[in-house]
């Protein structure tokens, strides 16, 4: 039902939910609420801390509206998503400052080729377009926007284990735009394409709550600075667990903890805290 977008790496993840390619039924309408709070403690490089490196908080929200619908005999959800949200970079002197405002808008339609509840398997593409519309200076260190475009397709499969355990598979990549004004220079950055793997298990104490554990993987994403390649692909995993929980027939509140297991270059998390208010219109 909703993707959580992952600050403050060089290649930004597109992290699902547990349970988001289990489409609702048709004429369905939802509303959702998304915050999510992270602390990154160091840099990394070849998988090495980087002594005295900077830090980084992050503090996002996201609002998205999401309507399901049928065309041509498949469902469908078109959505758009509202980022918005704070960076502070930590222990540094001040040299990365800190920036708030609104991201880049993620304008988004999934469809589902497979749709069998009965047999609790599904599976759905979905593509993301990132419009440049955020807050974005090039003379910060740390930026809301990014002040290019960016494509994401997504695939997502659900199959049921057994008569109660869910597996949810996802796998994504992401194409990237110039950004022309990059930095106090206004360098050309480039970026070639960055992939993500993620998936879920799902075990359901109630009908109206579930526990989720996850893990993900993302690589990829080398960073050009007008003619220089800067070696940096992502090669990065993180862990994730927490619950579901209709507290109301219509209203669901989902939270998750995690943090990286591992990350070869950029900011490694320490903590991650993500909280979904849901509700069905």
Do not use: C
């Amino acid at each position: 039902m909703g993707a959580l977008l992952s600050w403050g790496r060089p290649a930004q993840a597109l992290d699902l939910d547990a349970g988001d390619y289990v489409p609702a039924a048709a004429d369905t309408t939802l509303g959702l609420l998304y915050l999510q709070y992270a602390e990154r403690d160091h840099l990394y490089r070849d998988g090495d801390k980087l002594s005295g490196s900077a830090g980084l908080d992050s503090q996002i929200g996201i609002l998205r509206l999401v309507h399901y619908s049928d065309l041509g005999g498949y469902r469908v959800a078109p959505q758009i998503l509202l980022p918005f949200g704070r960076l502070d970079g930590r222990h540094d002197g001040g040299a990365l400052g800190d920036s708030s405002g609104m991201a880049d808008p993620i304008l988004a339609m999934p469809i589902w080729l497979l749709n069998q509840p009965e047999k609790r398997r599904f599976f759905g593409i979905t593509p993301y377009l990132f419009v440049p519309l955020g807050s974005y200076d090039h003379d910060r260190a740390l930026n809301l926007g990014e002040n290019r475009w960016k494509f994401n397709l997504q695939a997502g499969y659900v199959t049921g284990l057994g008569d109660k355990l869910a597996l949810d598979l996802a796998a994504d990549v992401t194409v990237y735009g110039r950004n022309h004004s990059y930095g106090a220079h206004k360098w050309t950055h480039r970026q070639k394409p960055s992939y993500q793997y993620q998936g879920f298990l799902r075990y359901p104490l109630r009908d109206n709550l579930d526990l989720r554990v996850g893990l993900s993987h993302q690589s990829g994403g080398e960073n050009r600075m007008e003619q220089s390649w800067l070696d940096d692909s992502q090669r990065s995993s993180k862990w994730s667990a927490g619950f579901a929980w209709f507290f109301l027939p219509g209203t669901q509140l989902a939270a998750t903890v995690g943090r990286d297991i591992a990350v070869e270059h950029g900011f490694r998390e320490d903590s991650r805290l993500n909280i979904r208010l849901l509700q069905v219109f």
